[in-house]
C-alpha cells in the first residue's frame, strides 16, 4: 500500500455503495424510469419493482410487507414517528436520553419547546449504558409516553437491551420506538418477536445509496404521515417514490443479511487489532463509551481518547493530510463548531482528543497498521 492511498474509516457517518448493488439499480436509471403511481404498463412494471424490495425488506425482518414505509432515510422516519406520536397518538411525555443521535434529540426538543410534550431524559451510566431502573422510573411516573432510544449509539457504540426496554414499554402501555439506523444491516432484527412499535434503518449506513430509508411501524400501531401531498405509501408518506432507491436499499439489506455473520466476524477481529495495536502504541489511551469492549459493542464503531493530545480538530485534519478519513462524532454535525453532545453529556470534564474510527467489509489489516504508523508520528 502506497503511503498516500486513501484509507476510509468513517463507516458510521456513510459507507460505500457496493457494486451488485449498483447493478441492481442501474437498470431503473436506464430503462424502467415510470412513475410507479401511474397506471399504464411502464408504471405498473415500476410498482411490481417496489413491492418487490417492501417485501425484499419484510421478509428479512420478520415483518409484513404492510408494515413497511419507505422514507428518504432515519431521520425522516424519525421524524415522522415522534411527530404522530405527540400530534395524533395522544403521547403527552417523550422519554428519551442525551445520548440520542439529532433526529431524535432535536425532534423532541422543539416538540417540548412548542408545549406539545414533556421532554423527559433518562440517565446514562459513566460507560453510556441507559439506566433501566431510571426509564421505569420515569414512565411509573408520566402520562401516556413514547420512549425513543437507538440501538447502537453510533458514537461510543453501546447497545442497548431492546428486550428489555420493550418489556418496560409494555408494562408502563409505552410505545417504543428505536432508532436502528447504525445497526440495520449489521445484526439480525426479528420484528415478531420485539416489543418495538417502531425501527428505522437507512441503505447508506449498510453499503446502499443515500436518501432512502424505510420505517417499520407494527401492525396495529398507527401512525399519521409526516409528508403530505400525495396517496403514495399507502396514504402515509406524499412523494413521487424513489424507486431507484427502493431497489438498492433491499439488495443492500439483502446482501447484509447473506454475509452478516462473516462481515461481523471479519469486523471484530479488525476492532480488535486496531485496539490491541494502539494499546501497545499509546500508554493511557482510553475508549470512550463501550466502544473498546469488542464483543459487546457496536462492532464497527470505535471511540478513542488520547489524553496527551489537547486538541481533536488538529489531529482529525493532520489525519485528513495524510488521506486518513475518520471523524470527531456523528458526521451530521460536521462544519460546526459544537463538539460532540455524546461525549459531553458521558464526561463534561475529560480532557484529551476523542476520535472516532468506523469500519466496514471493506477495510484491512494493512489499513490499520498505516494507520497505526501515521498516529504514532502524529501524536509523537
Not at 423532541?108 to 446514562?124: F, P, S
Not at 436502528?180 to 420485539?194: E, F, I, P, R, W
Not at 431497489?247 to 469486523?267: C, F, N
Not at 464497527?300 to 475518520?326: C, H, Y
Request: glycine share 10%; charged share 20%; with cysteine.
Amino acid at each position: 500500500m502506497s503511503e498516500k492511498t486513501p484509507i476510509y474509516l468513517d463507516n458510521a457517518a456513510t459507507t460505500p455503495v457496493d457494486p451488485a448493488v449498483w447493478a441492481e439499480m442501474q437498470p431503473y436509471f436506464e430503462h424502467f424510469t415510470a412513475n410507479p403511481s401511474s397506471i399504464h404498463s411502464h408504471g405498473r412494471q415500476a410498482k411490481v419493482a417496489v413491492e418487490k424490495a417492501r417485501k425484499t425488506i419484510a421478509t428479512l425482518l420478520g415483518a409484513s410487507p404492510s408494515e413497511i414505509f419507505f422514507t428518504s432515510g432515519g431521520t425522516e422516519a424519525d421524524n415522522t414517528v415522534l411527530q404522530s406520536a405527540v400530534l395524533h397518538g395522544g403521547c403527552k411525555v417523550i422519554i428519551t436520553s442525551p445520548l440520542e443521535h439529532h433526529a431524535v434529540l432535536h425532534t423532541a426538543e422543539a416538540w417540548a419547546k412548542l408545549g406539545l410534550a414533556e421532554l423527559k431524559l433518562v440517565r446514562v451510566n459513566p460507560d453510556g449504558a441507559i439506566d433501566l431502573a431510571h426509564l421505569e422510573e420515569l414512565l411509573s411516573t408520566s402520562e401516556k409516553a413514547i420512549v425513543s432510544l437507538m440501538h447502537g449509539n453510533n458514537e461510543i457504540g453501546n447497545l442497548l437491551d431492546l428486550n428489555a426496554v420493550g418489556d418496560l414499554c409494555e408494562q408502563y402501555g409505552a410505545l417504543f420506538h428505536s432508532d436502528t439506523v447504525q445497526t440495520m444491516g449489521h445484526y439480525k432484527h426479528d420484528a415478531s418477536a420485539l416489543k418495538v412499535h417502531f425501527m428505522v434503518g437507512a441503505a447508506h449506513k449498510f453499503h446502499g445509496p443515500k436518501g432512502i430509508g424505510f420505517l417499520y411501524a407494527k401492525a396495529g400501531t398507527k401512525f399519521h404521515p409526516l409528508m403530505h401531498g400525495g396517496a403514495q405509501e399507502r396514504n402515509q408518506r406524499g412523494g413521487t417514490e424513489n424507486v431507484y432507491g427502493m431497489i438498492g436499499i433491499a439488495k443492500a439489506l439483502e446482501m447484509a443479511y447473506a454475509s452478516m455473520d462473516e462481515h461481523e466476524a471479519y469486523i471484530k477481529g479488525l476492532k480488535a487489532y486496531f485496539i490491541e495495536g494502539l494499546q501497545k502504541q499509546f500508554p493511557g489511551i482510553s475508549f470512550n463509551g463501550a466502544s473498546g469492549d469488542v464483543e459487546n459493542s457496536l462492532y464497527t464503531v470505535l471511540n478513542v481518547r488520547f489524553p496527551s493530545v489537547a486538541d481533536g480538530d488538529m489531529l482529525l485534519f493532520q489525519l485528513d493530510i495524510e488521506k486518513i478519513s475518520a471523524s470527531g462524532g456523528s458526521a451530521c454535525s460536521s462544519g460546526t463548531s459544537v463538539g460532540s453532545h455524546v461525549l459531553s453529556a458521558l464526561n463534561p470534564t475529560a480532557t484529551g482528543a476523542a476520535v472516532r474510527f468506523s469500519f466496514s467489509k471493506n477495510n484491512t489489516r494493512t489499513e490499520i497498521d498505516r494507520v497505526l504508523e501515521v498516529l504514532k508520528k502524529i501524536v509523537s
